[in-house]
């Protein structure tokens, strides 16, 4: 039986959660900051449609990118030599969250609702959260946005209006990330688009083993900014 939360921010341990539906863990509780930094320093997520309560989740198995396994098609390489774009760090942030939250082609709704926007915008205040964009043309194209514990990084979502924009995005983080010796970048879930740059699916055990480790570390406090060699 799924627990429900109280105003305790505790949850139970991730290994409880259901195999199917995947990582299902607990219902209920809030999006306060201190309960979303405390689940996301457990591995545990929250993920709900706008008339659900709010689930949390810890799949099994995890889907990660380790920055040094970074792969890029040669398509893609060819789309970063050009340069007919800008890459930018926690400029747009509120802007990313809405491109995000947009419901996607043959897509009725999104699990961006207000309720999420609002607590990642203050994650965002408060250092935590963290986006990057890409700009083509003086218009924001793409990004993706997550939260920063320490050197790990919790991948939320992404979006793109132009192709490869998403991308973009996401290669000069994993590059920045690699420089700040960030460890891991956790994409919660398999997908193909994830899994063509380089991510691969590790047990929950070792995931959660790792990030316990990880988000003790030193991390990089205020506004992210990329390193100028990184953009040329």
């Known amino acids: 039986m799924i627990p429900w939360l109280t105003s ?3 949850f139970p341990p991730p290994e409880r959660a259901l195999i199917e539906p ?21 591995g545990i997520f929250p993920w709900f449609n706008e008339d659900e309560p709010i689930l949390w989740w810890s799949p099994n198995p995890r889907m ?11 398509s893609l390489r060819k789309t970063l030599q050009k340069h007919n774009y800008q890459v930018s760090a926690d400029r747009a942030f509120e802007q990313v969250v809405a491109g995000c939250a947009a ?14 926007i609002d607590a990642y915008v203050e994650l965002h205040r408060m250092g935590h959260a963290h986006s990057v964009e890409t700009w083509v043309a003086g218009k ?21 209006r132009a192709t490869d924009a998403s991308k973009i995005a996401f290669v ?45 570390y030193g991390g990089v406090k205020g506004t992210w900014r990329f390193d100028n060699d990184l953009l040329e």
Not at 64 to 74: D, G, I, N
Not at 103 to 116: E, F, H, K, S, Y
Not at 140 to 160: D, N
């Open 22 to 42: 995947n990582g299902l863990l607990a219902v209920g509780g809030d999006l306060s900051s201190k309960r979303l930094i405390h689940a996301y320093s457990k």
């Open 8 to 10: 305790d921010i505790s």
């Open 172 to 216: 000069h983080l994993v590059k920045q990330l690699a420089r700040w010796d960030f460890g891991i970048i956790d994409c919660q879930m398999k997908t193909t688009h994830l899994a063509s740059l380089g991510a691969r699916e590790i047990p929950r055990t070792e995931f959660t083993r790792i990030i316990e480790e990880l988000i003790h």
């Open 140 to 160: 924001l194209s793409g990004g993706l946005y997550g939260v920063a514990l320490g050197r790990a990084f919790f991948g939320e979502s992404m979006f793109s």
């Open 103 to 116: 419901p996607r082609r043959n897509q009725r709704g999104t699990w961006i609702n207000p309720r999420m």
């Open 64 to 74: 990660v990118l380790f920055p040094a396994e970074l792969k890029t098609s040669r």
